[in-house]
């Protein structure tokens, strides 16, 4: 049995109990959840998305080995209007000087 100093950690929090630990807003643990960076607990039956403490432990570490979110989306316009611009200049050659 454990005394009253050594507390378990909890296996899941609720968002708002998830919001409360990490300072972070409903939002921000919604996306996580979605992006895989926190890990969600769901109990059968019960129709409640729950946070596992472990991966909100882990998101909060200062050495966070959490996954990365996944990059979605197309790349922003003008990195690929300047990487075309770019290939087009790379593709032409300069015009020779006249003599």
Same mark, same amino acid.
């Given at each position: 049995m454990t005394s009253k100093s050594e507390v378990a950690?909890?296996? /899941?929090?609720? $968002? /708002?109990? /998830?919001?409360?630990? %990490?300072?972070?807003?409903?939002?921000?643990?919604w996306a996580f959840l979605k992006s895989g960076r926190l890990e969600?607990?769901?109990?059968?039956? $019960?129709?409640?998305?729950l946070v596992s403490?472990?991966?909100?432990?882990?998101?909060?570490?200062?050495? %966070?080995? /959490? +996954?990365? +979110?996944?990059?979605?989306?197309? +790349?922003?316009?003008q990195v690929s209007d300047l990487r075309r611009y770019l290939d087009e200049l790379s593709r032409r050659s300069l015009p020779k000087a006249a003599p």
């Open positions: 950690a909890p296996i /899941a929090v609720t $968002v /708002a109990k /998830a919001c409360e630990l %990490s300072g972070f807003g409903p939002t921000s643990i969600p607990v769901r109990v059968p039956g $019960v129709r409640r998305t403490y472990k991966s909100l432990a882990r998101l909060l570490s200062p050495q %966070s080995d /959490a +996954p990365q +979110p996944r990059k979605r989306g197309r +790349p922003n316009k």
